[in-house]
């Protein structure tokens, strides 16, 4: 990925030095999905191409980017652990969030719906607190939409590639548009309707509806990933690093490697299948609309 083309955010908050803040005991993070939905997206209408809002060919219309890498502005490879690699990770991250921020702002624009309101990244490492409670890095890459920040443990890249076999600095910028997709869903009052619908039912439907949360999340993901790659800023292998992450992270290979059997009723993310499927619907299509996993009769 040409990551280092993208514009850097500034809704970066770096607690990655700071040590960490202890989980209050019994505290725990309601993650993102966990929330929940219904869609509104379908009720959306795209007057126009988003395109138009951000260029077309080549990186974002207001800050035209050097083809060519600068010097300390990597491309390519992913921010991996060594030297000053959490300033690498630190200028990754805030490059990805920096390039949903310019997608969205213009889908939003283009759907003529409110401003696009940017999300906080919250990078951290051990454990950190969140407007939804405390959280260790077990609890994984989370939105918070009580106070709408993404939180990320920068270690999480180093498991991705280890524990989930996705390496790639697409595969992490996945990871990072899924919980920013959140965020959309939260700044579109997805989330507010998942919740109400979520307290109504029994912890079988509840995750069932969950399911459609994160997938659609997914889809978001793909519709940043759809106009990353019109703008020629992704790199050969870069599709696939994402399919394997999206694959990775499904309940059912994660239920198989950590207590060696699926529980289907018990999944609320989606099977490998399903969160590669919608990713790469919103890949195709680019296209939110497309991304209404709720209208689904099976998602
Ligand atoms: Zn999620």
Redesign the pocket.
Known sequence: MRWGDMRRSDNVDDRQGAGGARPSPGGGVR???IGIVIAVIAALVFGVDPMQFLGSGGPAVQAPAPRTPAPGAPSGGAPSAGTAATDVRKDFASRVVGDTEDVWSALFQAMGVDRYPPTTLTLYRGSVRSGCGGATSAAG???CPADARVYLDTSFFDELARRFGAPGDFAQAYVIA??V??HVQNALGTMRMFDREAQRLDERRRNALSIR??LQ??CYAGVWGHFAQRRNLLEPGDLEEGLRAASAVGDDPIMKRTQGYVVPDAMN?GTAEQRMRWFKVGLASGDPRKCDTFAAAQP
């Open positions: 993650l993102s999905g890459p989370f939105y899924h919980e997709g959140h949360l994160e999340a997914d993310h």
